[in-house]
């Protein structure tokens, strides 16, 4: 991979304008919703809520968690939460008019269950606004507690995001010291174990000083617990507080890892610069897949045990 030092040109972004973007802004101000848009620093938020997409981050703007890539504040909220934000990430989400949505959530593990069944219930209101909505969850770990995850699984959201994020040799370094490469794996191979149909998806950052043979590693992994979508994105510095940049990765890079990938018998692999795992979820992920699948769960259906 080649050293730079300066940011190359393919990871300029332009400043967040247009009707869209103030739009929703002043929706989610309105009423007290984050996006990960923001909280994160993403690069693409011009492009997303330009567009008309947004992806919804629960249970507020602290994390209990401090990785060390990540721009999310990081504290103890102590127990806080609004037990109405599921039906203002509906209400919100219905005023949009969305096809596809992606609901994610700082770490809470201050709470109880850390959280899941917030996601489930909101997963459930999302559902009554409109039973055609393509859901994507991009989740915690939930240490790996099985009934958590269990939750929001029978929740029956589309698609079950986790991400690993790095490859196994730098995650202590990466991220917080209670993540752990195996336990994010634990988690999408239990989501498949509850529902085999369900869609697993996870992500990964380069630019770290990760090796080829370690990303290489990680896909296998990956395909040994059955996920089905992996995205590759360059990680960026959010401030000088967080991990330095290693290096950046050529675009002809990413289009090897989309390739290698497929290759391997991921179902879909999104590959860039600006790539995140939840950007544009509406367009870079298969909302045809979603569609077909529904239609022959109606032509089919199945009796759940």
Known sequence: ?????????????????????????????????????????????????????????????????????????????????????????????????????????????????????HFAETIANLKTHDPELMIEVLTPDFLGNGEWIKKIVQAAPDVYAHNIETVERLQKR?????????????????????????????????????????????????RNVGCDVVTFGQYLQPTSRHLKVENFVMPEKFKFWKNFAEDMGFLYVASG???RSSYRAGEFFMEGIIKKRREQSRLSPTIEV
């Open 273 to 275: 610069p600006l790539v």
């Open 1 to 117: 991979m080649e050293l730079r030092t300066a940011k190359p040109d393919w990871l300029k972004i332009r400043p967040p304008d247009g009707e869209n973007y103030t739009e929703i802004k002043k929706l989610l101000r309105q009423l007290n919703l984050y996006t990960v848009c923001e909280e994160a620093r993403c690069p693409n938020v011009a492009e997303c809520w330009g567009g008309g997409t947004a992806t919804f981050m629960l249970m507020g703007d602290t994390c209990t968690r401090g990785c060390r890539f990540c721009a999310v504040k990081t504290g103890n909220p102590r127990g806080q939460i609004d037990n109405e934000e599921p039906k203002k990430v509906a209400y919100a989400i219905s005023k949009l008019g969305l096809r596809y949505v992606v609901i994610t959530s700082v770490d809470r593990d201050d709470l109880d269950d850390h959280g899941s069944g």
């Open 174 to 222: 990466v991220r917080d010291r209670r993540a752990k490469y195996q336990q994010s794996l634990s988690v999408l191979q239990f989501v498949k174990k509850i529902d085999s149909q369900r869609y697993t998806k996870t992500s990964i950052m380069l630019g770290l000083g990760e090796e080829d043979h370690e990303i290489v590693q990680t896909l296998k992994d990956l």
